[in-house]
């Protein structure tokens, strides 16, 4: 029987994010891209993942979408055959001077879409969101603002409202007992190799794998090497 992967999309993305992915594994999987847009936290989202989803099942989740991943397997560990946590991180927004600088980085962003629309947001969000020599690649950029473009101020508001209230799912981490892979690009300032080799030591047994040469968007900048980690990741 084909596997069944749960694809989480991040902040302001979808389909356009593992196109890639989805292409090359072809008729190997069953691969379904969840939608949780009309969420207004990331418990609404991994509800939403949850109604949509078999009884059991693989998943993956980039960026807000493995904060979603967690929540999941914090409500549902039982479904959950095997998780790939993608360029994520995991605690909750920090307290006093650091969190409220995060708040104010956040909204400026928000801020910004509401004043000048989506695409000139996603032309200043895009500099710190692919590795530097991607920002040259002008297909790459140009989905990638195509897909932000496609989405409403009002959306972002309420996803990065929910990303500021995040739960924090440290002790989630050290509950998860089913096969584990991290990926994150090399290159990712948001959420970089550290985070994620933070996030490995709480799960025993399992894998990071770091993709060179990419930034925060790695399925895209680097599709070819992320599709043979998740092959890896589905099939070993």
């Avoid at 989202?45 to 099942?57: D, G, I, K, Q, T």
């Avoid at 920090?94 to 695409?119: C, H, P, S």
């Avoid at 985070?195 to 030591?201: I, K, L, P």
């Amino acid at each position: 029987m084909k596997p069944v992967l749960m694809m989480l999309p991040g902040l302001m993305c979808d389909r356009t994010v593992w196109a890639p992915q989805i292409e090359a594994l072809g008729d190997a999987v069953v691969t379904h891209v969840v939608d949780y847009e009309a969420a207004t936290s990331i418990t609404g989202m991994a509800e939403e993942v949850l109604r949509l989803a078999p009884a059991s099942f693989a998943m993956t989740g980039h960026s807000m979408g493995g904060r979603v991943a967690l929540e999941v397997l914090r409500m549902a560990p039982q479904r959950v055959e095997r998780v790939a946590l993608m360029d994520s991180g995991y605690r909750a927004l920090a307290d006093g001077e650091t969190g409220e600088q995060e708040i104010a980085g956040r909204m400026r962003f928000v801020n910004l879409a509401k004043e000048k629309g989506m695409r000139v947001m996603g032309q200043e969000w895009l500099q710190g969101m692919v590795h530097p020599e991607r920002r040259r690649d002008t297909q790459l950029c140009g989905d990638i603002l195509d897909m932000i473009a496609s989405k409403t101020p009002a959306l972002f508001e309420r996803q990065i409202k929910a990303l500021i209230e995040r739960p924090d799912a440290t002790e989630v981490l050290r509950s998860v007992r089913c096969p584990t892979t991290f990926i994150t690009g090399r290159q990712d300032t948001w959420s970089d190799v550290a985070q994620h080799q933070a996030m490995a030591a709480l799960v025993p047994g399992s894998r990071l794998v770091v993709i060179e040469d990419a930034g925060h968007m790695s399925t895209m900048e680097q599709p070819e090497a992320v599709t043979q980690a998740l092959r890896d990741f589905l099939f070993d």
